[in-house]
């Protein structure tokens, strides 16, 4: 029997290396994209990714482990750390016994960088294509942006920080998507104040905000400063993942994308002291997020908004905002419209008014009768 197992990494800081004891995982899918299959002992999967392997039960009948362990976590933390499952045959009388099944060394990121680099599409797969239709492959694309991005740490006034190009993200209190629509962003935040291309010499606090051409094709360069591996994530759009490299990208490092057969992801890991190179198609009007999925870097602010900017009117390309909109920040709800008051015409007596009847007498009452009504 063979079955499919779905991986997901659904935490907020590890990425893990899954396995199963005595048991390999075909690879089959990631994240809505079909790859090519490849069969693996173990499979890296890193903060917000998720897989789908197929795994054959034809081992001998009894209990085997399953086990998760942190990438780049030293022999303590291994220990409490990692997770442990089992797969239990139908008719298996024998628990999982044994030392758990060795992994990859979690320091080797050479393993990790050589299997990314071998998970590719499936150009034959009958399946659903992502936008834009019929585009199986980005060879002959034409680039119409290139974001290069250093994701840091910082201090800012005392306070500890990470940062995009040097800029930590602030929240304001008026929702991004409101000050567009309503004032053009103005009050709120300044459209392309921040670089996209390079980092400040002194990291600030500030909404940053980016420009995305719509219907352009954009190359987003994710350069990774920190010593963890990160985990990238851009709202709206899957992205194509051509390149991953170790130290500083150059324009010259695109001679080593893959753009025959790069495979469609939402996710995105980042090599420490690396980068890793995606294309995307802004063929989606709004404002998005892009931001690493690790939560404490996404809280303390390595984040930013791509602000893809489409002139026609048209709803079904972008709903407007509904009648019952919840106003805030620096914006009042509308003062509602007085209702029209409505005259009441004046009431019309009856032509031949009835007579009124005279009450029915009533008999003289005493303390002990009633009066039935």
């Known amino acids: 029997m063979t079955y499919r197992f779905r991986i997901s990494n659904v935490g907020t800081t590890w990425s893990f290396n899954f396995r199963i004891q005595n048991h390999l995982l075909v690879l089959i899918e990631t994240e809505g994209s079909y790859p090519n299959m490849i069969t693996l002992d173990s499979l890296d999967v890193h903060v917000g990714q998720s897989y789908s392997v197929l795994v054959t039960v034809d ?3 009894k209990d085997y482990y399953i086990v998760a362990s942190p990438k780049m ?12 499952g089992v797969l239990h045959y139908g008719n298996s009388t024998v628990p999982a016994c044994g030392p758990l099944p060795a ?16 998970i590719k599409w499936n150009l034959t797969a009958g399946a659903a294509r992502p936008n834009p239709q019929g585009t199986f492959n980005v060879h002959n694309v034409t680039l119409t942006q290139t974001f290069i991005l250093h994701g840091s740490s910082a201090a800012i006034n005392g306070t500890a920080r990470y940062t995009v190009n040097n800029v930590s993200y602030v929240t304001p209190n008026t929702p991004l998507k409101m000050a567009d629509y309503r004032a053009n ?16 010499t002194q ?26 591996i990160d ?18 990208w150059t324009p010259e490092s695109r001679q080593s994308y893959n753009l025959w057969d790069p495979v469609v992801r939402s996710t995105t890991q980042v090599y420490p002291g690396g980068w890793t190179a995606v294309y995307a198609y802004l063929d989606n009007p709004g404002m998005w997020n892009l931001r690493s999925q690790r939560l404490k870097n996404w809280y303390l ?19 407007r905002p509904p009648e019952n909109l919840l106003f805030c920040g620096i914006f009042d ?31 003289n009452a005493t303390a002990s009768q009633q009066i039935p009504w």
Do not use: M
């Open 59 to 61: 081992q001998e009948e």
């Open 73 to 84: 976590a030293n022999a303590t933390q291994l220990v409490n750390l990692t997770a442990v």
């Open 103 to 118: 992994g990859p060394d979690p320091f080797d990121l050479q393993f990790s960088l050589h299997q990314a680099r071998s």
């Open 185 to 200: 962003g103005s009050g709120v935040y300044q459209l392309d104040q921040f670089p996209t291309n390079y980092s400040l």
């Open 203 to 228: 990291a600030v606090d500030g909404v940053f905000v980016a420009s995305g051409i719509h219907k352009g094709w954009i190359e987003i360069v994710f350069k990774n400063d920190l010593q963890v």
């Open 231 to 248: 985990s990238w994530h851009l709202d709206g759009f899957g992205f194509f993942v051509v390149g991953f490299g170790d130290g500083e």
């Open 301 to 319: 602010g390595e984040e930013f908004y791509v602000r893809v900017y489409d002139p026609d009117p048209n709803p079904l390309k972008e709903f």
């Open 333 to 363: 709800p509308p003062v509602p419209e007085p209702a029209p008051s409505v005259a009441k015409p004046p009431a019309t007596p009856a032509a031949n008014p009835a007579p009124l009847s005279a009450p029915p007498s009533l008999p």
